[in-house]
């Protein structure tokens, strides 16, 4: 009775829809959703048999059966998104297939019998040997097989061998780039096969039977997830059953958009209904993807407002969205300003009408880089030091691109975002200022991007922070790649070889031929107001050049054991002042000498003007009266000079005429007598440019003992409180060294950005640029005692070329470390002149520097004309064995040589 109960209950008819045709012979049905994707069974057509599709990529491969293609897809077109009637009849135990019979419905009523119409078509055969519950029905079905088998249809045709397809898997990426290439832009006809994921469909391209993965342009599904972050999709059953219930086992067709990635083909479904791409990005079960979103054929618009409606209403995979808060305030976000430097591809300096100097970053690109960039074996083999512009493919043409088009022009800056200061394997990054740039309506990484000379950002997925018009780069980006520009050829490049002359032997190999003409040439670095390292292309050289006929004061520089040296008064004036005025700009170098080691000297010539006379007038320089004296500029020099004196520029603002013609006047001198000797043991503590140095006095030793112990221990009693004092320039103050952590005296030379001070520890001489929070106030009662290092200048001797920074080196190597004995010779500018003697050796240190032929005498009268004569038969020794600054002849036959002037 139960078992009849049971059978009777099986054969009630139920109703569904046909969500998949596996084959001629099964379907698989699904119930009425119900807040989610509903049931479903596997429904295999009782008393027959289909034949057999092929099985590929799977251990056991085989091939279609005559007819198989034809029986599924005949059941295919009839019943696929069809409500039907089904019996269930029977099922295998611990099987989701069951068996039982299938109708169409219309109006709610049977209508066709669905297996009974397979076998007249004679596409699928009635089993042998029973198994049917029904032996009327049986009969009935092997009758409509009788008749199929007379009639020749189906399988009964007997011409089975034209009736097998050949389905061929692209399975391997060059496969997919040849279909790619070959059906690109027009439409594929194809059959949606199965749903890995609302935005992965595996289809059955038509008519030659390719069986293949397609991947949605522009969209992924799922929430935003990464391999640091991975989070799992909660919404992937029902997004799949919105795919499958629109798509699975349909006719669609395919426009490809993109070049393969993951092994599958991508591009946009085209359906009657609409975009299927948009609906799942709106409805929540998809995102954006910044990859190939600008290929999505009806406009990447579309896909970003449909995310930012599906953010808004928190569908679904955006339901804990929140919108990210900017780290740019309003009121920083946009300014204009001159662009005064291109620091790289991807990077320039901005100064804005107020003057502040800005450096910034193009957001959403990234400058070209070698293959393989960290590893040093990877990089072009181009000789010498590496130089990241001219050895890094395209780099350089980045840069020419940006010098050309924006320096020293006036740009609309959009500050995108912050990238926050990092530390990555030891090395620190600064906080960048990611920023949109135009120049009148053209986006300048846009222009890059269009050029392929620069790569497009992909962000992390989930980051927001990125330009406005991120879209249209991305679009720029693939351009580049699709035409092959710049870096996205196929041509490889080899690194331009540009060689830096560094020495003094290959400068003469150039000297000749540079004096014959002027150079054209580009300023690529500015290290002073009257120093540059120059490009000259036609050589393929980079030259140091000093200018001619001036003196500017220096910036602050690297020391020879890594010190940052301070820059003297005026400086770094004098530095922007030449960058802005000449920094990877084309000029025109006329060369006329070069110095000792290897800096060729001459004049440089910018949009017609020339650059020292325009130093001079704006008092960044001072004309160099006994080397200019011959050049044919000197009048204007002079005049120039003149100018600047009167209106007090920069290095001339406490200029006082009156004082300077006196001080001007040579010193009076006893023109009778003998030259004095005082001597004082001291010892040499810091030298200096321009043979200048601070010294201390033996005899202070203990005081200066003292001195410390007392400072530190008022600190210790009182200990400074980080904040409460303001440096000012000029003050002195308490600082602690860097190399001890100690207390020492200090005096305020110069404030910088980011809370730096440059001090010079007046006890001891030496200088060290520092944070803020090192100083503190100096308590009053040690402000009374004078410092117990010296200034001090070598007296009978000067340098033959002031810019020149090696002298200073050879200068600290002579000095011992003992003390020496020391006499004041003359004052001249409040500067005390001595002669410095080792009382083990005997040798006077300015008379050898002579000797060597590191410097030159400096002829005096008056009662020091006999030690100064001693200094000129040094000098002629010198000259005779043509040591160092002699090497290629005498120098004072035109001392204006050293900056470049000859006799006219």
């Known amino acids: 009775m139960e078992e009849q109960a049971s059978q009777q209950q099986a054969a009630k008819k139920q109703t569904g829809v046909v969500k998949q045709v596996t084959s001629g012979d099964t379907v698989v049905i699904r119930g009425i959703p119900r807040g989610g994707p509903p049931p479903e069974i596997v429904l295999c057509f009782s008393n027959v048999f289909a034949p057999k599709l092929a099985r590929k990529g799977q251990a056991e491969e085989s091939d279609d059966e005559p007819y198989a293609w034809e029986a599924r897809e005949y059941l295919r077109k009839k019943v696929i998104g069809k409500e039907v009637q089904f019996v269930l009849e029977n099922e295998i135990p611990g099987s989701t297939r069951k068996y039982g019979r ?55 045709a007997g011409d089975n061998d034209h009736h097998i397809r050949e389905l061929q898997v692209l399975s391997t990426p060059d496969d997919l780039v040849r279909f790619y290439h070959k059906n690109k832009s027009a439409p594929v006809k194809a059959i949606v096969e199965y749903v890995r994921d609302c935005c992965t469909l595996k289809v059955t391209i038509l008519p030659e039977f390719q069986s293949v993965f397609l991947q949605m342009t522009g969209i992924r599904a799922g929430p935003p997830s990464t391999r640091e972050n991975p989070r799992e999709n909660p919404f992937d059953a029902e997004s799949r059953f919105y795919v499958e219930s629109r798509l699975l086992n349909r006719d669609i067709e395919i426009i490809l958009e993109d070049q393969p990635m993951n092994m599958a083909l991508v591009g946009t479904v085209v359906h009657p209904a609409g975009s299927i791409a948009e609906a799942l990005v709106k409805q929540g079960f998809a995102r954006c993807i910044d990859q190939s979103i600008q290929k999505y054929t009806s406009g990447f618009e579309k896909l970003r407002a449909a995310e930012r409606e599906a953010k808004a209403n928190k569908q679904r995979i955006w339901k804990e969205y929140e919108s990210p808060v900017s780290n740019v305030r309003e009121d920083e976000r946009r300014f204009t300003g001159k662009v ?183 300023v690529e670095y500015v290290g002073s107001g009257s120093r540059y390292r120059i490009y000259v292309p036609k050589n393929s050289i980079v030259i140091s050049v000093v200018l001619a006929g001036v003196s500017s004061p220096k910036a602050s520089r690297m020391g020879p054991n890594g010190q940052i040296l301070p820059a003297d008064e005026g400086g770094e004036a004098a530095l922007n002042f030449a960058k802005e005025l000449v920094a990877q700009r084309d000029v025109k170098v006329e060369i006329e000498n070069m110095d000792k080691v290897g800096n060729f000297i001459g004049w440089v010539f910018v949009d017609g003007k020339n650059v020292s006379i325009e130093l001079v007038q704006a008092g960044h320089a001072s004309v160099h009266d006994y080397s200019a004296e011959k050049s044919p500029y000197y009048s204007a020099l002079k005049a120039a000079e003149k100018n600047a004196k009167d209106a007090k520029l920069n290095i001339w603002k406490n200029y006082d005429e009156q004082a300077d013609s006196q001080s001007t006047m040579p010193q009076q001198e006893e023109t009778t007598g003998e030259r004095r000797e005082n001597l004082e043991k001291v010892m040499v503590v810091e030298t200096l440019p321009g043979l200048k140095f601070f010294a201390q006095n033996v005899n202070d030793g203990q005081k200066l003992e003292t001195l410390m112990e007392d400072l530190r221990q008022a600190l210790r009693n009182d200990p400074p409180v980080v904040g409460s004092y303001t440096p000012k320039k000029n003050d002195l103050c308490a600082a602690r060294f860097s190399a001890d952590g100690q207390w020492y005296r200090a005096k305020v030379e110069s404030l910088q950005r980011n809370n730096k001070a440059s001090v010079l520890y007046i006890d001891y001489g030496n200088r060290e640029m520092t944070d803020t929070t090192n100083l503190a106030a100096l308590p009053d009662n040690f402000k009374r005692v004078e410092p117990m290092a010296k200034m001090y200048a070598l007296a009978f001797v000067r340098e033959h070329n002031p810019e020149e920074s090696y002298v200073d080196d050879v200068f600290k190597q002579m000095v011992p470390p003992h003390p020496l004995n020391l006499n004041v010779e003359y004052e001249f500018d409040h500067v005390r002149y001595v002669t410095l003697t080792d009382p083990e050796t005997k040798d006077d240190i300015g008379k050898t520097l002579v000797s060597e032929g590191h410097v030159l005498a400096a002829p005096r009268g008056g009662r020091s004309r006999k030690i100064a004569d001693e200094y000129l038969d040094a000098q002629n020794e010198a000259k005779k064995y043509r040591r160092n600054i002699w090497q290629y002849g005498d120098v004072t036959e035109d001392d204006a040589k050293e900056f470049g002037h000859q006799r006219r």
Not at 110 to 126: D, K, M
Not at 127 to 141: H, M, N, P, S, V
Not at 147 to 154: D, P, T
Not at 350 to 368: N, W
């Open 340 to 522: 005064i430097e291109i620091n790289s591809a991807d990077s320039i300096t901005i100064k804005t009408s107020s003057g502040e100097v800005k450096k910034i970053f193009l957001s959403g690109i990234r400058p070209p880089k070698v293959a393989g960039e960290g590893d040093s074996s990877s990089r072009p083999a181009a000789a010498g030091k590496f130089k990241p512009l001219y050895d890094i493919p395209y780099m350089y043409e980045a840069r020419e691109f940006l010098r050309k088009k924006i320096l020293g022009q006036k740009v609309d800056v959009t500050l995108d975002y912050k990238q926050e200061a990092r530390v990555d394997q030891a090395q620190r990054f600064p906080e960048r200022l990611c920023c949109t740039v135009m120049l009148g309506d053209m986006n300048v990484a846009e222009a890059l991007l269009n050029r392929g000379l620069v790569s497009i950002v992909y962000y992390k997925v989930g980051d927001e922070q990125r330009p406005a018009a991120y879209d249209n780069l991305l679009m720029a980006g693939n351009k580049a790649k699709e035409e092959r520009k710049g870096m996205h050829g196929e041509k490889t490049v080899t690194p331009m070889r540009v060689s830096e002359v560094a020495d003094a032997n290959k400068a003469k190999a150039f000297l000749s031929e540079f004096k014959r003409g002027k150079l054209d040439a580009i």
């Open 102 to 156: 299938i109708w169409l419905v219309q109006d709610g009523n049977a209508t066709e019998n669905v297996v009974e119409s397979l076998i007249s078509e004679g596409l699928v055969q009635v089993k042998k040997g029973g198994g049917a519950r029904d032996t009327e029905q049986l009969k009935a079905l092997q009758g409509l097989e009788e008749q199929a088998k007379s009639s020749g249809k189906g399988q009964w």
